[in-house]
């Protein structure tokens, strides 16, 4: 029992930040810090089963603890997106924000899994041997993913945008997988 307890404050201690970080990416910095609990609350009821290297494991743990809290992210991210376009009718806005607003309303209108994959490349900074690992799925299909989720991507801002933000947003994501 004390080696076991040792282990997962080493797990703890070595991957806390990482989970509260990858919620919070997702959710709200409250919400985040729940789901790291509930995360390594897991980890603790399923010791056994935490592998050596225990890093993309607990991630996708917490990716399924935030799975139901998502769509109402989504939802809120949505209405943001409309209070904003109302905003920017109005003739209120800067150009920073605009452009902020182009990529995030690209972004949006992703199916969750481009989303996902996008995220854990460009947000969580993972490679695609971690990224696979969380998702549950080969390396093989994560590229595939990756490669799929970055055309449609690209071809949100072609349909709502001028050519600059795209160019912008593929070194973005680029750059980070």
Known sequence: MADDRERFER?????????????ATRIDPERAKDVA?????VAWRRLDDVPAEPRAWLLG???????????????????????EAERDESGDHAAGF???????????????????VLRLVAWDGLDAAEAAEVLGVTRLAFAVRLHRARRRLEQAFESDSPAAPIAKARRHVDAHS
């Open 37 to 41: 609990a509930e995360t390594f609350l």
């Open 98 to 116: 605009a452009e902020r607003d182009e990529v995030l309303a690209a972004f949006t209108s992703l199916r969750e899994r481009d989303r996902e």
């Open 61 to 83: 743990v917490a990716r399924k603890v935030i799975a139901g809290q998502f769509r109402s992210q989504t939802r809120r991210d949505a209405l943001a997106l409309r209070l």
């Open 11 to 23: 797990i703890y201690r070595e991957n806390f930040r990482a989970v509260l970080r990858f919620a």
